[in-house]
């Protein structure tokens, strides 16, 4: 049974640092793309980033580029990403979840971001 | 604003079919495959509809998915109170060289 569980959220304040972790299993981790996807209060879902199994390809979204820093280390079975220069609007839950077929057929159950002052 | 669009609000009664519309652009649909996404209230998205028409294991028949030029769309057929849910739509946009959500659409069951 495939499971990913986020962790590292929390409350930061503006301009801070803060990195999340989504600890895999239940599959061949290295062997798949993985993304985070975000959901502020009330809101909608946005992509943010993805990374290739084997981790050389990157891809982020506009708002988060520049700042965000997607990463994984697939001899933990771990996804990770550096958030920096925080803002107000990147207040969300995040979610990683499993590519396959361009899809994502696996989401964790999210850690929630607060940045605040 | 979402890049793809989806109706904000959908309903009908226990038993009835509806059915989301969910239209992009030559870059999105047009080019690319097309997900659904379910959310149920506090939970975390589900994957309903993968490449356009496939359902995952477990998704039962009464989901659909079709596409036809820049837009796609979700039939939910023998509508069930449980299927109150958040629906969202996704593709890869080329232009974007990323994936772009729609901004979702409440189903009520009436």
């Known amino acids: 049974e495939v499971q990913l569980v986020e962790s590292g959220g929390g409350l930061v304040q503006p301009g801070g640092s803060l990195r999340l972790s989504c600890a895999a299993s239940?599959?061949?981790?290295?062997?798949?793309?993985m993304t985070w996807v975000r959901q502020a209060p009330g809101k909608g879902l946005e992509w943010v980033s993805a990374i290739s199994g084997p981790g050389v390809n990157t891809y982020y979204a506009e708002a988060v580029k520049g700042r965000f820093t997607i990463s994984r280390d697939n001899s933990k079975n771990t996804l990770y990403m550096q958030m920096n220069s925080l803002r107000d609007e990147d207040t969300a839950v995040y979610y990683c979840?499993?590519?396959?077929?361009?899809?994502?057929?696996?989401w964790g159950q999210g850690t929630l971001v607060t940045v605040s002052s | 604003q979402s890049v793809l669009t989806q109706p904000p609000s959908a309903s009908g009664t226990p038993g009835q079919r509806v059915t989301i519309s969910c239209s992009g652009s030559s870059s999105n649909i047009g080019s690319n495959v097309v997900h659904w996404y379910q959310q149920l209230p506090g939970t975390a998205p589900k994957l309903l509809i993968y490449s356009n028409r496939p359902r995952p294991s477990g998704v039962p028949d009464r989901f659909s998915g079709s596409k036809s030029g820049t837009s796609a769309s979700l039939a939910i057929g023998g509508l069930q109170s449980d299927d109150e849910a958040d629906y969202y739509c996704?593709?890869?946009?080329?232009?974007?060289?990323?994936?772009?959500f729609g901004g979702g659409t409440k189903l009520t069951v009436l």
């Open positions: 996704a593709a890869w946009d080329d232009s974007l060289n990323g994936w772009v």
């Open positions: 239940g599959f061949t981790f290295s062997s798949y793309t």
């Open positions: 979840a499993k590519g396959n077929n361009w899809a994502f057929d696996s």
